[in-house]
């Protein structure tokens, strides 16, 4: 799952003076084609150090995200929620894996991507910073974080990137199997006891307001991103993807019987939701690691890594390979 | 002949059971991604296989699956006391995943052999999953079992705190004499010798010693829901959402 | 198999990989038609796959839409290995990148 709303720097606009002008307008030539950029092809500097800052951030959102999930997987009622829970965590474990991958063609490696993780350099999606009380709020993030995600990565696939967009093609694929699952599961809260049904609508009241951040600030006071949208970097406005989501979730919602707790929200006659606008000095207080959980996360990341140390260390001995069975 | 038959599925679905709710607990702390995955993948087979015996169980006329694994005592569980010890650091788990599967791959082997032919049936399935974990486990223990100075000895170590544990995966039943007659099972004695080889074979290709077998003792008990302080607080865990209305759809 | 059948089993997918349906997946082990029902016989790829019901609910779902009565059964008759997978449904695996057990992913590092 993934959080959209990355942050993307300011872009300066002198950032773009030290390229080659000729080779700068063949690449956009090239993007507006829609034809997409590999690996080795020419690309500016700002292009690169966007994708990796972006795709590394989708990766982080990965594993971290895997944490409030994966902590109910141990606790998951009965049989069939545990086993679908634990292959949609370890989905998300792979799309990290994947992530990881793809952000390396762009020259960085995994390790320094996790020692920035962890040194708090690097960002990953806000929405994981909250803590999941009940099970409820762990069906919560099934259905609507990955809905939110699964909005922004549809529109990223089809971004200019190819390793990137090939990554989230698959990545797509999981997730919508991940929503059937969530939706499920909340299904069955909704028409289950008194006490299922509160236990929900307590999780939506927790989380709507992270979810509304979720795709990052409004267009009205975000970083200036043409740039990256012409280079389809950035698919769409953060209000946008917003809209996107509300549009095709809040009747879902409503549909199930329960209450979203913004009394402002609602959908106007040109088609689009209005709302409460969403407390932007908390998004940023908890993106700048003040949030309720931003602390837990980094150091279970911290203290994974650590332990782990000697497995990898041990891994950097000469070995042989294996034959796949497929391959 | 069905309280033998219920007495070898139960402890076999407890096992799996457990054992995969243990290794669940890697998932995103994994000493790489690679890791988390595997476990992960390893603990979803293991749930799968407890709930496949657990159904089996049901056709015998024990409960359903979920009444069964999620709201039993600890003293009602059959698990071998293996599988219900913490994690610990990956060394003991990684040891506790080749001493343990390495045993259930020849059981399930045999089993695919077995007179009870639902039993026989889903043993070739599970055997053939099993082959995953094995090829897994021993890889892993030729590459850290010889690797660097301190991967071989939190193996050795963790190899010495497990082994009297694993003897204990072998602990015989009231029923042996009547399985093996009737051809459900070889019995655990037979399993446990040719396991014995298996784990020497593998152990013999690293820089790893084993202790001789005879001055071990196994640790019986959790073949007859004497466990220990670990497994308690594993299925008030398990069960905390589900116990929450037992009567609730989830 | 019944080439009308087949057709229809065609259509429906891996919920997680969509260049593969099940018949390619090889998780379709037996197909019967008497009269208007549809004798299928599925088997998952392992014990544990948490998609099962859905996969068993959407092979149902194709056959009614086209006018037959579905009997689908899940068993462990036939096991499902990875040679079940045709060599279509290999090579567009190979295509998709999804060539790999996770274990086996583990083993690769
Ligand atoms: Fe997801
Ligand atoms: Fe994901
Ligand atoms: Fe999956």
């Known amino acids: ?327 | ?250 | 198999m019944n080439p009308t059948i087949l057709h229809i089993l065609e259509t429906v997918k891996d919920p997680e990989i969509p260049v593969l349906s099940l018949v390619d997946l090889g998780v379709i082990t037996e197909v019967k038609v008497e009269g208007n029902t549809v004798l299928v016989k599925m088997t998952p790829t392992f014990v544990g796959c948490p998609a099962m019901d859905y996969m068993k609910a959407e092979v149902e779902t194709a056959l009614i839409q086209q006018g037959y009565i579905p009997k689908v059964t899940i068993t462990f008759e036939k096991s499902w290995s990875s040679d079940l997978i045709s060599e279509k449904g290999k090579a567009a695996l190979k295509k998709y990148g999804l060539a790999r057990h996770p274990i086996l992913n583990s083993l690769l590092i």
């Open chain 2, 1 to 250: 002949m069905n309280t033998a038959l219920k007495e070898l599925l139960y402890k076999m679905a407890d096992d799996q059971l457990i054992l995969g709710h243990r290794n669940s607990e890697w998932t995103g702390m994994g000493p790489l991604l690679e890791e988390d995955i595997a476990f992960s993948s390893m603990a979803q087979d293991k749930i799968g296989q407890g709930l496949a015996l657990y159904t089996l169980l049901q056709t015998l006329g024990e409960s359903d699956p979920d009444t069964v694994a999620f709201t039993r005592n600890a003293n009602q569980f059959h698990n071998c006391i293996l599988v219900e010890l913490p994690n610990q650091e990956y060394d003991f788990s990684l040891i506790r995943h080749f001493l343990f599967d390495s045993a259930e791959a020849l059981r399930f082997e045999y089993l695919s052999h077995s007179s009870y032919e639902p039993l026989a049936q889903l043993a070739r399935k599970i055997r053939g999953e099993l082959r995953y974990h094995t090829l897994h486990a021993n890889t892993w223990m030729k590459q850290l079992g010889s690797a660097t100075e301190e991967s071989i000895a939190r193996l050795q170590n963790a190899l010495e705190v497990a082994l009297p544990y694993a003897l204990g995966i072998f602990e015989a039943s009231p029923y042996e004499t009547e399985l093996i007659d009737k051809k459900i099972f070889i019995g655990e004695a037979a399993l446990k010798e040719k396991w014995v080889s298996k784990i020497e074979s593998v152990i013999n290709q690293t820089q790893l010693h084993l202790p001789d077998w005879k001055t071990l003792t196994p640790v019986y008990g959790g073949r007859i829901g004497k466990h220990s302080e670990h497994l308690q607080p594993l299925l008030d865990e398990m069960s905390e959402v589900f116990r929450i209305d037992p009567a609730a759809e989830w």
């Open chain 1, 1 to 327: 799952m993934y959080g959209g709303g990355n942050t993307f720097e300011g872009i300066k606009t002198d950032s773009l003076a030290q390229e080659d002008p000729g080779m700068l307008a063949a690449f956009e030539a090239r993007i507006e084609r829609g034809e997409k950029i590999e690996p080795s092809d020419w690309m500016p500097q700002l292009y690169r150090k966007q994708l990796i800052r972006m795709i590394e951030q989708h990766a982080h959102s990965e594993i971290i995200g895997a944490l409030p999930e994966g902590t109910w997987i141990t606790r998951a009622p009965g049989f069939k929620r545990k086993m679908a829970l634990m292959a949609k965590v370890q989905d998300e474990v792979g799309h990290a894996q994947l992530l990881y991958s793809a952000a390396e063609t762009l020259g960085k490696s995994r390790e320094q991507m996790i020692d920035d993780l962890i040194n708090g350099k690097s960002k990953y999606s806000n929405i994981f910073n909250y803590p999941t009380f009940t099970w409820a709020d762990c069906c919560f993030i099934s259905w609507l974080v990955d809905a939110g995600a699964i909005v922004n990565q549809l529109a990223n696939a089809k971004g200019s990137y190819g390793p990137y967009c090939r990554a989230l093609d698959r990545i797509c694929a999981e997730e919508s199997f991940h929503l059937k699952y969530g939706h499920h599961c909340v299904i069955y809260l909704a028409s289950g006891t008194a006490k299922q049904r509160q236990m929900f609508q307590e999780a939506l009241n927790r989380w709507w307001p992270p979810m509304m951040h979720f795709f990052g600030p409004s267009d009205k006071i975000s970083a200036h991103t043409e740039v990256l949208m012409r280079w389809k970097v950035k698919m769409g406005t953060n209000d946008e993807m917003r809209n996107q989501f509300l549009d095709m979730y809040v009747p879902k919602i409503w549909e199930l019987g329960f209450t979203i707790p913004d009394p402002n929200l609602k959908k106007n006659e040109s088609g689009k939701w209005e709302y409460t606008e969403p407390d932007w000095e908390e998004f940023k207080r908890v993106i700048n690691g003040d949030g309720p959980c931003n602390k837990e996360r980094l150091e279970v990341r911290r203290v994974a890594e650590a332990r782990g140390q000697w497995v990898r260390e041990a891994l950097k001995t000469p070995k042989t390979s294996y034959v796949t069975p497929l391959a």
